[in-house]
């Protein structure tokens, strides 16, 4: 009898592990999604109002320096079969409130160094 439930025991033990995958999991998106043509539309001297208003309010500003700004998205996929997990972030220097400099993953459009004015 110990050995017809060990049996039944370990056979269904095998069978929920093989149906895991058929469990589904959320992708976590957290932070600021930013695609390349928002990106595009960045300029150097924009004003801080002015890259929120392209690119909506940053998720982290930097309490000692209020002049760097931070973009980050973060994926977190809840099942391998749609992809991995990634990162993407963006980092904007402000010099005498003006856009100075971009770091980050995003590619600048060649018409970054024009600045609107002109």
Same mark, same amino acid.
């Given at each position: 009898?110990?050995?017809?439930?060990?049996?039944?025991?370990?056979?269904?033990?095998? *069978?929920?592990?093989?149906?895991?995958?058929?469990?589904?999991?959320?992708?976590?998106?957290?932070? &600021?999604?930013?695609? /390349?043509?928002?990106?595009?539309?960045?300029?150097?001297?924009?004003?801080?109002?002015? +890259?929120?208003? +392209?690119?909506?309010? !940053? +998720? +982290?500003?930097?309490? %000692?320096?209020?002049?760097?700004?931070?973009?980050?998205?973060?994926?977190?996929?809840?099942?391998? &079969?749609?992809?991995?997990?990634?990162?993407? /972030?963006?980092?904007?220097? %402000?010099?005498?409130?003006?856009?100075?400099?971009?770091?980050?993953? %995003? #590619?600048?459009? #060649?018409?970054? &160094? *024009? !600045?609107?004015?002109?």
């Amino acid at each position: 009898m110990k050995l017809y439930q060990l049996c039944l025991l370990c056979g269904l033990t095998l *069978t929920t592990a093989a149906c895991s995958n058929w469990i589904y999991r959320i992708d976590v998106p957290q932070g &600021n999604f930013l695609d /390349q043509q928002a990106v595009d539309k960045l300029r150097i001297g924009m004003t801080k109002e002015q +890259v929120i208003y +392209v690119l909506g309010h !940053p +998720v +982290v500003n930097d309490a %000692f320096d209020k002049d760097t700004w931070y973009y980050v998205y973060d994926m977190k996929r809840g099942m391998k &079969n749609r992809g991995e997990d990634f990162q993407k /972030q963006m980092i904007i220097t %402000f010099e005498n409130e003006r856009l100075a400099k971009i770091d980050g993953d %995003f #590619e600048l459009s #060649e018409d970054f &160094n *024009t !600045p609107l004015d002109q």
